[in-house]
């Protein structure tokens, strides 16, 4: 079996021209769910919860419009498509 780091990289779809540059952190967010709401007699009423804190990464390597970040912490789990902004 293959033995690593345990660390994790990712691939953005923002670089350079962004701003990004090595050594920028951003965080991590998933989107909040939009759920049932309970406080309205119309069940057909739903709100949308706010956005979670996923994790922090730090931009290692900067492109034109992509870069890669190694993730330095996790609260969740990360999944394709979360979003990341500047803490």
């Given amino acids: 079996h293959a033995k690593g780091s345990g660390a994790l990289s990712l691939v953005l779809d923002r670089g350079e021209r962004d701003g990004l540059k090595p050594g920028t952190v ?33 931009v290692f390597r900067t492109f034109d419009h992509v870069s890669f970040a190694l993730v330095m912490n996790t609260t969740r789990a990360i999944h394709v498509l979360d979003r990341v902004r500047h803490p």
Avoid: F, N, S, Y
Wanted: charged share 35%; glycine share 6%; aromatic share 0%.
């Fill in 26 to 58: 951003l965080r991590i967010e998933q989107r909040g769910e939009t759920v049932r709401d309970l406080v309205t007699p119309d069940t057909r009423d739903t709100v949308t919860l706010p956005d979670e804190e996923a994790g922090v990464l730090m």
